[in-house]
């Protein structure tokens, strides 16, 4: 049975509820004194007591997140959360001058990691402006693939995150690190 967001129904276990999202073949209920529960939409035990219809056109609570996240990724500089591989935490960078008269660098390795996470996410924006771009298709496959090459030059720093899912991927389409 299809019942619509804000549909109020008797469950022959959880009592009393109200749906609050449909999905495929579920619909998500939130019980006076049980708490929310996914239902399947086959289930038998569900007494109608006020009944509104689904509409056509209703999105999902997933594809308004997936818009939102793509809206905020394409039009600003908000990053993601990504954290550095646990053996690199407290840990510093050191950059040695050829020329023993200069000074050394010490950079936090933290620092260096968000400076290399911003670069990745940058490219990941233009990768997409470049895809909803109305360039001609030769060009876009051209700026494509520069762009699988940036990812691919970037792979050495992959040994630095801590999940694999993060990490650059280039030409051959494997990480590494």
Do not use: C
Request: proline share 2%; charged share 30%.
């Amino acid at each position: 049975m299809e019942l619509g967001i804000g549909t109020r129904l008797n469950h022959k276990d959880y009592g009393f509820g109200v749906v609050i999202q449909v999905k495929a073949n579920t619909h998500l209920i939130t019980f006076k004194d049980f708490g929310t529960r996914e239902i399947a939409k086959n289930f038998d035990g569900i007494e109608v007591l006020d009944l509104l219809e689904q509409p056509d056109d209703l999105i999902s609570y997933e594809q308004i997140e997936q818009s939102l996240i793509r809206i905020l990724r394409d039009f600003s500089d908000i990053q993601e959360v990504v954290p550095i591989a646990d053996k690199w935490r407290g840990g510093k960078i050191v950059f040695h001058p050829g020329n023993s008269d200069l000074k050394s660098y010490e950079m936090p390795i933290a620092t260096f990691f968000k400076k290399i996470v911003m670069v990745r996410d940058r490219i990941r924006v233009l990768e997409q402006k470049v895809n909803s771009s109305n360039i001609e298709e030769d060009e876009k496959i051209a700026i494509q693939q520069y762009i699988t090459r940036s990812y691919g030059s970037l792979t050495s720093f992959n040994i630095l995150f801590k999940n694999k899912s993060d990490q650059f991927v280039g030409e051959s389409g494997k990480s590494q690190g």
